[in-house]
């Protein structure tokens, strides 16, 4: 032991989202040891292997070793051992092995970075959101079921780049479900893939400050993914000189926690042995994921009560098939559910439908129509039809309805009709969440989740399919949890490694639902609405949307609030029930809807085509739909010219060019 006291090493350890990395260096600076493993939300016995393997490697060493990373802050506290900031270490080893570089993009599991060197360092990171890294890229491969590294191999051969949505991973899945039905390239989508991190990154994090000079890529998914690295490299125009492509990408934050170290004279060696022991005796409190929250229901006797209260709020309903007269259809296309309803002139419902689109929102809606001109009968007229929603346009040009209608109003009428005086109306749907404040009935506020759906219906979904359950069951199970986790209220990549590490720990099932139930809800209130007090929401509140059919999220925001609430028993078709009762406003005596007949849809079909836009310099990919009877819907466009609105070419696609002297006229 004398011996290795005198003789000491230097060990790096990084902790970062997802991974683990280690760096051993002897007194030289030479690299001894370094390893890279996944630590699947269990630090303890990530971090316990990978220094046994040093162990094994190199002996019963002394090193001076310090943490840094996301992750190792308290594991660095807990084992008495000095934390470096993950900027610093990187910058250190960055100044002693490519001195060189002016500015380093790099991408972990979970954490996304820019950090401009010079006289100053500016380092710019990703908050609450982790679309753009490498869990990002994990969970989009796994729709082209392969893995990081198939993805690289897919996009090498790539020859179309398709707009996907880089914030979100439920948004690029809505995306890149459409182009699989469609028969895009794998290939092509693989690389759309990287080139949606390659936006994210830029566009997030830099916010228009300009990337020069020599750009240098480090962490995982830079090191590993060559086509990820190619889209960099194009995207930011790098020549060979400008790119600096290291080896061993990955360690540079380990490697300079290790110098760092090396350059302290005060801190004592410790033998390595020692610290996997102390690492050893750290108990599942001082490594555990989270607290808990209270049960959504204490007892039979509560939960009871909060089903009778909830029953209150019913549609009426009339049989289709003995009724005669005016009948209107409202449509919400939204944007993972169609839903459609046809309401007699008193309002009562006469049919429904709600149903996932998987992407193609225009077959569904085809499908929807076809059932509905079959269960018509010769006494019954669609007199009025009325679309709303996220595919609000594109579906009405399919259709050839009569109306398009904002969605917020479509709800809102739903809402006021189940609730007269309706306050505040809280919906959240598929991916889209909205909340709506009204005063003496008139909407006063709407706030909208924009760029994260993680406390949406995808963002319970893909939970319960992470588990192998169906939605319902995993729901019902949140009724009887006792424990609920704590999971907060982030990002679903954040989101899925405390799961994960929840499960590690021995949680049941119907904690980690129930406590996915709070976190819908807290990312509602908290960072969508940024609602402060209670008196915000009124007296009546009215919740509306599929994900409010889930008992446990509808309990959960009662509880969160402190208030009881209205949810109607067609939660999930309130856009499509008050889009129909909006044509019934607009009706007028004599008029019949334009919807497509049942002989049109016998023939119904349309052609779909993607080409780049060359009207202006944005070079827009439009993706054109053409329709029977010389009717189409063009979307991609950031200007009028690509939509045919405008024939005249304008100097720059970016601004509107006013007339002032027409409008001072």
């Not at 996304?112 to 609450?128: C, S, W």
């Not at 149903?355 to 569904?364: C, Q, R, T, V």
């Not at 067609?570 to 019934?584: D, P, Q, V």
Request: with cysteine; charged share 25%; hydrophobic share 40%.
């Amino acid at each position: 032991m004398m011996e290795s006291t005198r003789t000491h090493y230097f060990l790096g350890l990084d902790i970062g989202s997802t991974t683990v990395k280690i760096v051993v260096l002897d007194e030289r600076g030479k690299i001894l040891f370094h390893r890279y493993q996944r630590h699947y939300s269990d630090i303890k016995i990530a971090v316990k292997d990978i220094l046994s393997q040093a162990k094994d490697g190199l002996g019963a060493i002394a090193v001076k070793m310090a943490i840094t990373g996301s992750g190792g802050l308290s594991l660095a506290d807990r084992l008495g051992l000095p934390f470096i900031q993950e900027v610093m270490a990187c910058t250190k080893a960055v100044e002693f092995f490519i001195p060189q570089t002016d500015v380093v993009i790099e991408l972990g599991g979970e954490d996304a970075k820019i950090t401009y060197l010079g006289k100053d360092v500016e380092q710019r990171m990703n908050g609450a959101c982790a679309g753009g890294t490498g869990a990002f890229i994990d969970q989009m491969a796994l729709l082209l079921k392969t893995d990081g590294l198939g993805l690289d191999r897919m996009a090498k051969n790539h020859r179309v780049i398709y707009p996907i949505a880089s914030r979100c991973g439920v948004f690029a899945k809505t995306d890149i479900q459409p182009l699989l039905n469609q028969g895009a390239a794998k290939e092509d989508i693989a690389a759309s893939i990287f080139q949606a991190v390659v936006n994210q990154t830029i566009s997030g994090l830099a916010c228009g400050k300009p990337i020069r000079g020599r750009v240098a890529f480090l962490g995982g998914p830079l090191a590993f993914l060559p086509q990820l690295r190619r889209r960099f490299i194009e995207t930011l125009r790098l020549n060979e000189e400008e790119a600096i492509l290291p080896e061993n990408a990955q360690y540079y934050a380990a490697w300079g926690a290790a110098y760092t170290e090396r350059e302290q004279k005060d801190n004592a060696p410790r033998c390595l042995n020692e610290i996997i022991v102390a690492l050893d005796n750290l108990s599942r409190e001082e490594t555990g994921s989270g607290g808990t929250l209270r049960p959504l229901f204490r007892d039979g006797e509560e939960l009871a009560a909060f089903l009778d209260r909830h029953r209150q709020a019913e549609a009426k309903r009339n049989d289709i098939a003995t009724y005669k007269g005016q009948a209107f259809l409202g449509i919400d296309a939204g944007s993972t559910t169609s839903k459609a309803v046809l309401i007699d002139t008193d309002g009562a419902i006469l049919y429904s439908f709600y149903g996932g689109n998987e992407g193609e929102p225009i077959d569904l809606c085809v499908r929807i129509l076809q059932d509905l001109w079959e269960r018509l009968t010769p006494d019954i007229t669609i007199a009025k039809t009325v679309v709303t929603g996220y595919g609000e346009e594109l579906v009405k040009a399919a259709v050839n309805a009569d109306i398009g209608e904002v969605e917020t109003m479509a709800h809102y009428k739903a809402a006021n009709h189940f609730l007269p005086g309706v306050e505040f109306i809280l919906d959240i749907g598929g991916q889209d969440m909205k909340a709506i404040r009204i005063r003496d009935g008139v909407i006063e506020n709407i706030i909208l989740n924009e760029a994260c759906s993680s406390g949406c219906g995808s963002f319970i979904d893909t939970f319960a399919r992470s588990l192998s359950l169906e939605i319902g069951a995993f729901a019902e199970a949140a009724i009887s949890s006792r424990q609920p986790m704590d999971l907060g209220n982030r990002c679903t990549v954040f989101m899925n490694s405390k799961v994960k590490q929840a499960q590690k720990e021995g949680a049941a099932v119907a904690d980690i639902s129930a406590g996915l139930s709070y976190s819908v809800i807290k990312n509602a209130l908290y960072k969508v609405i940024k609602i402060r007090r209670p008196e915000e929401f009124g007296k009546k509140i009215l919740a509306q949307g599929g994900t409010f059919y889930n008992q446990a999220i509808l309990r959960a925001f009662e509880l969160e609030t402190g208030r009881e609430v209205v949810r109607p028993d067609i939660a999930g078709l309130m856009g499509a029930y008050g889009a129909a009762l909006i044509g019934k406003e607009r009706w007028e005596e004599g008029q019949v809807s334009t919807v497509i007949s049942r002989q049109q849809l016998a023939d119904f079909h349309y052609e779909k085509s993607f080409h780049n836009c060359q009207k202006c310099n944005n070079h827009c990919l439009l993706t054109k739909i053409a329709y029977p009877n010389g009717r189409s819907y063009i979307s991609g466009n950031r200007c009028e010219l690509g939509a045919g609105l405008k024939k005249e070419r304008i100097p720059c696609p970016t601004f509107t060019i006013i007339n002032t002297a027409a409008v001072l006229r």
